[in-house]
Nanobody
Framework: QLQLVESGGGSVQPGGSLRLSCTASKSTLASYGIGWFRQAPGKEREGVSCISVRGTRIDLSESVNGRFAISRDDAKNTVYLQMDSLKPEDTGVYVC?????????????????????????WGRGTQVTVSS
């Protein structure tokens, strides 16, 4: 059972930056595609970004494209979400999720997508608050 743990959330002013981390306890993330999702108060959860197993393909939602970046360091068993130029509308609980490979359509070079039901494992989330 893959157990995901997020960290790095906090409170920042608009225009600030945060780096979120997603790691796994007792297991390796290296064979999973990873996605980041967020849920703002009173809103549905939405996909923010995702990265392929190999780390060579990524995807970013339109709302964060150009401001956020996703990366993975398998040596540290961690996937990062670098968030710059934060806006109040970025406020929410950020959750990472892992998707197992299902070749040939979804393989180690394919982005896992930002559809929730594709992911089997979920962390509990970390709060991000952007406010002046």
């Amino acid at each position: 059972q893959l157990q995901l743990v997020e960290s790095g959330g906090g409170s920042v002013q608009p225009g600030g930056s945060l780096r979120l981390s997603c790691t796994a306890s007792k297991s390796t993330l290296a064979s999973y595609g990873i996605g980041w999702f967020r849920q703002a108060p009173g809103k549905e959860r939405e996909g923010v970004s995702c990265i392929s197993v190999r780390g060579t393909r990524i995807d970013l939602s339109e709302s964060v494209n150009g401001r956020f970046a996703i990366s993975r360091d398998d040596a540290k068993n961690t996937v990062y979400l670098q968030m710059d130029s934060l806006k109040p509308e970025d406020t929410g609980v950020y959750v990472c999720a892992a998707r197992s490979l299902s070749p040939p359509l979804y393989n180690e070079y394919t982005v896992p997508g930002m559809v929730e039901n594709l992911y089997e494992y979920w962390g509990r989330g970390t709060q991000v608050t952007v406010s002046s």
